[in-house]
Every structure is written in structure tokens, then in C-alpha cells.
């Protein structure tokens, strides 16, 4: 059985991204989960900045702790919004072609895939949902 519990400090709607990491690190103390705050924050960041870039508003967050399932507990962070979504396996396909160092762009959804359990981008009826999973 997990338990879900929706985080009441972070607002359903866009903000500023420093009052949404306060809000997930308050959260994250409260949950007694302070050792995944710079990993999820930097996530959030993340997949925040880049709705924010990419998407179409409005732009939501949400953060769920999962406990009491087979294995360790965890946390899904997602940020949703009406834009079409992407190509997840695309992205990492790129990550493997031998001009990816040279870059200048696009490091960010790499450093979710090194810090997640798992992350990818779930379409929806009204947009698409980005998520990404930590071990708690």
C-alpha cells in the first residue's frame, strides 16, 4: 500500500521559481526527506524553467510522496503544461551522439536523468505532464 500526499506549499500555479523551491524544501523537511532537497530542487528547476521556455501556461506543480510500496519510499515531481510535449527517448538519443559535449544547450533534462530514478513526459488530454521520480 503507498500513500499519497499532494504538497500543500507549492502552488498550482506558475510562480516564482525561488518561492517554489522554498515551498518543496519546506515540504521536503516536513516529510523528514531534507537529504533529496538539492536533488529536487535542481529537478524542479528544471522541468519548471523549462515549461516555462517551452510550454504553453498555464504551468502546474505537483509533488508526491510515495511510502509503503515495495521498495523505498519515493517522490514523483511533475510540472504540467497545455504545450504538446516531447519526445523523451529522443532527447536521450541525443545525449548519445558524439557532438552532444560540444552543446551549449540542453543540459538540464541530463542532469534530472542523473539525479531521478526514472523521469519521462506523460501526454495528457490538455497538454502534457514531465515527471521525474527521487528515492527518498
Known amino acids: 500500500m503507498s500513500s499519497h500526499h499532494d504538497c ?7 510562480g516564482p521559481l525561488s518561492a517554489l523551491r522554498h515551498g518543496l524544501r519546506g515540504q521536503l523537511g516536513d516529510w523528514g526527506a531534507d537529504a533529496v532537497s538539492d536533488d529536487a530542487c535542481l529537478v524542479l528547476s528544471e522541468l519548471f524553467a523549462n515549461a516555462r521556455r ?4 498555464p504551468v502546474r506543480v505537483a509533488v508526491t510522496l510515495r511510502t509503503g510500496g515495495p521498495g523505498p519510499p519515493s517522490m ?5 503544461d ?7 527517448d529522443a532527447v536521450r538519443a541525443r545525449w548519445r551522439h558524439p557532438s552532444y559535449p560540444l552543446a551549449e544547450r540542453g543540459r538540464g533534462l541530463y542532469l534530472v536523468d542523473r539525479v531521478s530514478v526514472a523521469w519521462g513526459d506523460r501526454r495528457t488530454g490538455a497538454g502534457h505532464t514531465v515527471w521525474a521520480d527521487l528515492r527518498v
Open 8 to 14: 500543500p506549499r507549492i502552488p498550482d500555479r506558475s
Open 54 to 57: 517551452h510550454g504553453t501556461p
Open 76 to 80: 514523483r515531481l511533475e510540472v504540467a
Open 82 to 88: 497545455r504545450g504538446p510535449g516531447f519526445d523523451a
